[in-house]
């Protein structure tokens, strides 16, 4: 299912800034019985992207269409679902330069999910990935378009086979994986990447930071984490939308057998389920 | 006039990963009486840019449809025309990984110049960036669908009034302007920046070093510069596929009245039209 600002579209007018400069922000949302998950979170980090592009206002707009989508998914009763949000500058005339007055799209793609996401799945295994994070402060944290780099470290990755690989920034430290951010318990404390110069700032992330670590009285920080770091961890896991957390059985020669935290975790993310 | 995959269409099927993720490349091409300038420099770029992505080979049938799309704008009479090219990885499943044999979509998007690009255009006024260029030695060079700080970049220029800007790398070192590569005269020598991290190469930056500084006698050189370096230049110009090349008038404080080189290189590129 397929939406173009409110209406069920298979294509994409053009031309269109999202496709011809990435000129655009996304998230990907995770619905249960056709309820987004923590969609406050999603709006504030959209809300943070529309003014770092600088966007005309459109947060509304967003928010009525998603919930006229979220209710049609619901009529048809799919269980769980991935939602992905896409908001482009819409048209435009040739050239880099944004229109005075640019009219967003707001794009809705629903997929059913075939599996209980209120089940844990099973600890990944993680290379590390040959393409580092650019450094870009200015749209650091942010999910916009512009994802060629995960790209590639994902077609790395699934060709060698494993399940994740982890991303470095170019200084060499580790900034997150593909597709969600990674925490090491290093002793009592429990560590991410800041992500200042690159990386998303993801939803769970900041819910394991603020809330569901805290929950469990695990001192929790921002902190740079080396390769050496993370392989010296007692207990590394990853976060995103559409996984919760899942616990790492295996980064490059170290091995974890027992995921204690992430477990505990899980049970903090179930329990803040619908 | 639009053609998707050889035919025409006003709207790009969904999913595209171009869109999702700037799944992709483009070329930004000129057209003389329905004739490409410099194709081979152009299809030497995008093959670079295909190998990076790890396309597969297509440019075949790139240039057959380019050529019928040629030959379309010939019929019209069209004297100038800005084609751009987009070759996106098309369809694919949710997620960063591309599918194992991507099917990807080629796009050529035709508009008709008004103005008689055998004329240089008057010397422009540049601004400086302030969002630099990030640092990604992997996808430098290529023209790639990931250029956001382009457009950034633009929007800040267009908003302040100049007709360009100056963009730095993360270093604070001169790597282009916004739609261009950028040259200063320093004394008997010409000199461009690497773009070894971050930038595109351009077809017509290549040109002056290769062919047309060359003919005039010039020495040119790829050379790291600084503002200061560019501020103190001798003679400032850029170029880009739809330019050519165009003198610079002012920089910041700096003011530069007369363009001897850049005239000069005019006279070349006037000479390599067909």
Same mark, same amino acid.
Not at 144 to 168: I, K, W
Not at 250 to 273: I, K, M, N, S
């Given at each position: 299912?397929?939406?173009? +600002? %409110? $209406?069920?579209?298979? $294509?994409?007018?053009?031309? +269109?800034?999202?496709?011809?400069?990435?000129?655009?922000?996304?998230?990907?949302?995770?619905?249960?019985?056709?309820?987004?998950?923590?969609?406050?979170r999603h709006f504030e980090r959209?809300?943070?992207?529309?003014?770092?592009?600088?966007?005309? *206002? =459109?947060?509304?707009?967003?928010?009525?269409?998603?919930? *006229?989508?979220? *209710?049609?998914i619901a009529l048809r009763g799919w269980h769980w679902t991935a939602l992905r949000l896409t908001l482009t500058r819409g048209a435009g005339p040739r050239g880099y330069a944004p229109p005075p007055q640019p009219q967003p799209r707001i794009l809705l793609a629903a997929v059913e999910l075939d599996r209980d996401c209120t089940q844990m799945l099973p600890a990944a295994s993680l290379s590390l990935a040959s393409i580092a994070w650019s450094t870009q402060p200015v749209l650091a944290g942010i999910k916009h378009l512009n994802r060629l780099e995960q790209v590639l470290a $994902?077609?790395?990755?699934?060709? $060698? %086979? /494993?399940?994740?690989? !982890?991303?470095? +920034?170019?200084?060499?430290?580790?900034? /997150?994986v593909v597709a969600g951010n990674v925490f090491?318990?290093? %002793?009592d404390r429990l560590l991410t990447p800041p992500l200042r110069a690159c990386g998303i700032r993801g939803t769970r992330r900041d819910l394991v930071l603020q809330a569901w670590a805290p929950a469990l009285g695990v001192p929790v920080a921002e902190c740079a984490l080396s390769v050496r770091d993370l392989e010296a961890a007692d207990e590394v896991f990853y976060c995103n939308a559409?996984?919760? !957390?899942?616990? !790492?059985?295996?980064? %490059?020669?170290? !091995?974890?057998?027992?995921?204690?935290? =992430?477990h505990a975790l899980h049970e903090q993310y179930g329990r803040a389920l619908p």
């Amino acid at each position: 299912m397929i939406w173009l +600002d %409110g $209406a069920p579209s298979p $294509a994409l007018p053009l031309p +269109d800034r999202g496709l011809d400069f990435g000129d655009g922000l996304f998230e990907t949302l995770l619905l249960r019985r056709g309820q987004v998950l923590f969609a406050e979170r999603h709006f504030e980090r959209l809300e943070r992207g529309l003014q770092v592009l600088g966007f005309p *206002a =459109c947060l509304q707009r967003v928010k009525e269409q998603l919930e *006229a989508a979220a *209710a049609a998914i619901a009529l048809r009763g799919w269980h769980w679902t991935a939602l992905r949000l896409t908001l482009t500058r819409g048209a435009g005339p040739r050239g880099y330069a944004p229109p005075p007055q640019p009219q967003p799209r707001i794009l809705l793609a629903a997929v059913e999910l075939d599996r209980d996401c209120t089940q844990m799945l099973p600890a990944a295994s993680l290379s590390l990935a040959s393409i580092a994070w650019s450094t870009q402060p200015v749209l650091a944290g942010i999910k916009h378009l512009n994802r060629l780099e995960q790209v590639l470290a $994902a077609r790395e990755y699934s060709a $060698a %086979g /494993s399940d994740e690989a !982890v991303m470095l +920034d170019q200084a060499g430290q580790v900034v /997150s994986v593909v597709a969600g951010n990674v925490f090491a318990l290093a %002793g009592d404390r429990l560590l991410t990447p800041p992500l200042r110069a690159c990386g998303i700032r993801g939803t769970r992330r900041d819910l394991v930071l603020q809330a569901w670590a805290p929950a469990l009285g695990v001192p929790v920080a921002e902190c740079a984490l080396s390769v050496r770091d993370l392989e010296a961890a007692d207990e590394v896991f990853y976060c995103n939308a559409l996984l919760g !957390v899942r616990p !790492v059985a295996r980064f %490059g020669d170290r !091995v974890w057998r027992r995921h204690p935290l =992430c477990h505990a975790l899980h049970e903090q993310y179930g329990r803040a389920l619908p």
